[in-house]
């Protein structure tokens, strides 16, 4: 069964250093997302994409983050200069059109850990 | 803005009964999809059920089924014969149905513990 992969599984980095964490969605998905998960509390949205363009973003995708579809497969979010609060699990989802209740299927998320 | 309330944070059952997750949302918009995801501790979020808004009847997969209450706002998750392997978190989600990329909207999740 297609599955999203997410890649590294764990980043630990330095605070004020640049992260980019990477996603494959599913192939014939059209939309994508990134959601966080700070430990212990609930998944928040932070952007959406389709069609190389941000859809929605929330308050808290500040201009620290980016997103960026560099070729057919991968779905990438950067952080440009990480802070000790971007510490999370962050979770890639895709969905596709055909699905009339655009199901999101999400990654298996990469924890993100900064010093 | 939309919200979902769970007001759960913990629940737990003995193996082999059943058991009734709660949540509330609050929403203007008519037409719009629910859904319930498990997290266990690998914290991969797996879908279990989902519920269309315009659809009368509960959504049911497996031991798995829904009481969703419209004009009350509420939609509930019934685990039947839990087992062992149920034990997650579980998150309950809002996602209006306007367009294709529409987020999803998470409660605060409650944790349910099997008991052997």
Known sequence: EPEVTQTPSHQVTQMGQEVILRCVPISNHLYFYWYRQIL????????????NEISEKSEI????FSVERPDGSNFTLKIRSTKLEDSAM???????????AYEQYFGP???LTVT | AQTVTQSQP??????AETVTLSCTYDTS?????????????????????????YKQQNATENRFSVNFQKAAKSFSLKISDSQLGDAAMYFCAYRRANFGNEKLTFGTGTRLTIIP
């Open chain 1, 109 to 111: 998320g990469t924890r």
């Open chain 1, 40 to 51: 212990g509390q609930k998944v928040e949205f932070l952007v959406s994409f389709y069609n």
């Open chain 1, 90 to 100: 962050y979770f890639c989802a895709s969905s596709e059109p055909a699905d009339l």
């Open chain 1, 61 to 64: 995708f500040d201009d620290q």
């Open chain 2, 10 to 15: 913990e629940m737990s059952v003995q193996e």
């Open chain 2, 29 to 53: 918009e008519s037409d719009y999809y629910l859904f319930w995801y498990k997290q266990p501790p690998s914290r991969q979020m797996i879908l279990v059920i989902r519920q269309e808004a």
